[in-house]
């Protein structure tokens, strides 16, 4: 009588012949299982993508209009238009009139557009491009968009008639900028922010 030399399920569920026996088939159908579903994610993952890559999908945006919808537009990331909306927000808790809102949301968009970043020329951080070094305040305080937005504010209100000012004058006088003429190009979007947010 001829033995196998091993006895049945020692070498891993292989028998005579190289096939598999019934005990192994619940963990072979698992891994199929484990590997339909990982290759199910992935298609998902990619269609998303894809869907996404042709919608031009993304991020959550917001567009500012004019009153009557036919005019200029301005599309902002989620966090423009937070910091957009705050600047406004800070200006006209002061009082400030929509031209000073024009003005600081003109120089925030220059500076910065409407991102509250870490990094900048020098030691220049926030909204505003504001200089720790030049008395605007600590970093920590810069970096804070309602106190950065009542500093530039409160320059700007020291500026005798910056309303009557054009914008690049009166945001030179309160940023003393290497490129005062650069806040120009940014007037009509700021006009138009600050007429949707005041």
Known sequence: MCRPAHP??????????????????????GRLLRFAAASLVLLALIGYVAVQYVTGGGPPRCVVR??????????LSAEMAGNA????????????????????????????????????DRDSLGLFQQRPSQGWGTPEQILDP???SGKFYDGLAEVPGYSRLPLTVAAQRVQRSGFPQAY???????????????
């Open 66 to 75: 004019t009153a009557e919808g036919d005019g200029p537009s301005y599309e």
């Open 8 to 29: 049945p399920g020692a070498l891993g569920g292989l028998q005579y012949g190289g096939r598999v026996s019934e005990t192994a088939s619940p963990v072979r159908r």
């Open 184 to 198: 120009a190009k940014h007037e009509p979007d700021a006009a138009l922010l600050a007429a949707a947010l005041t």
């Open 146 to 148: 309602v106190y950065a």
């Open 85 to 120: 909306a705050t600047i406004s927000a800070v200006g006209t808790t002061r009082g400030m009139p929509e031209r000073a809102v024009t003005i600081a949301l003109a120089t925030a968009l220059q500076e910065s557009a409407l991102r509250n970043i870490e990094h900048g």
